[in-house]
């Protein structure tokens, strides 16, 4: 009897867990893909893609979506990898660093973009700094329509200092398990910092990057709310047209569609940082 409540106890402790993402994942998904693809007398059809496709801003949101992933993703990770190695250093100060650096965890996608709102409007703090120090005759307009590239540039701003906190984090916790033994023999061999990082570091961190890229581009396709507060609809993406057709024009059908093609983008992502970065436990290190 002992023998069995031992066996089946792995089995309960996943319970909470498996409940969690079939109600609030795996549920909404499947709804998600039967609203994609049933017309109004309840029939396959692929009338949603069709209006999707044909949808004005379409094409704008699938180039805005991914510029978004090309210029955050990559340097999110760059980013988080020099942090978490000045962190990995330990020195001194370093843990109220890392709490000052992950407060950004701790405010949601729409504050965050309120936050930057008030820095980049026309008399926001950016301006208001910049002509009391008199680099600035007149304000500049970061928000413009009409300059689509600031806007787009206080977007990855943004956004960037949003979520690269939990990249840090993932990429913390993976230089945390890598046996400092390896460093130590870098530094017996005479290593500089650059070569350590680039052939001991980097190798063993594979695991703890794969996972950090794919959370990250998971998180890049889903982007909505800093856009929404910063450039309303003048910069469209996915998720925003998603919300666009669910809110505003009451069609729940097209809304899945574009939330069906986000979920595949981010599927073909997934497969291709598992083949890229494929890891093993002996490549890692750990066994």
Not at 114 to 119: E, K, P, T, V
Not at 194 to 221: D, E, G, H, M
Not at 240 to 256: F, I
Request: aromatic fraction near 14%.
């Amino acid at each position: 009897m002992r023998a069995k409540l031992d066996s089946a106890l792995p089995y309960s402790l996943l319970l909470p867990t498996l409940a969690f993402v079939t109600l609030l994942i795996v549920v909404p998904i499947v709804q998600a893909f039967l609203l994609a693809f049933q017309g109004a007398d309840g029939s396959f059809t692929l009338a949603n893609f069709q209006k999707m496709a044909n949808d004005t801003a379409f094409a704008d949101a699938l180039k805005f979506t991914f510029l978004l992933l090309i210029f955050i993703v990559p340097m999110q990770v760059v980013l988080a990898l020099v942090m978490a190695l000045l962190i990995h250093t330990r020195f001194k100060g370093h843990t109220f660093f890392l709490y000052i650096y992950a407060i950004p965890l701790a405010i949601s996608d729409l504050a965050a973009g309120i936050a930057w709102l008030s820095i980049f409007t026309e008399r926001g703090y950016l301006n208001s700094i910049l002509f009391q120090l008199g680099f600035l005759e007149r304000p500049f307009l970061f928000l413009s329509y009409q300059n689509l590239p600031a806007m787009f540039g206080t977007i990855v701003v943004a956004e960037s200092w949003r979520a690269t906190a939990i990249v840090m984090v993932i990429l913390l916790a993976g230089l945390q398990v890598i046996p400092r033994d390896y460093f130590e023999a870098a530094d017996v061999f005479g290593a500089t910092t650059l070569k350590r990082t680039l052939f001991v570091v980097l190798p063993l961190l594979r695991p703890s990057l794969q996972n950090a890229l794919i959370i990250r581009t998971i998180f890049a396709f889903q982007t909505f709310a800093v856009v929404f507060a910063l450039a309303g609809r003048v910069i469209p993406v996915l998720a925003g047209e998603s919300y666009n057709w669910y809110a505003t024009n009451r069609n729940p059908g097209v809304a899945a569609a574009y939330a069906v093609l986000v979920l595949v983008f981010t599927v073909i992502a997934t497969w291709f940082y598992f083949r890229v970065l494929k890891t093993s436990a002996a490549e890692a290190g750990y066994d």
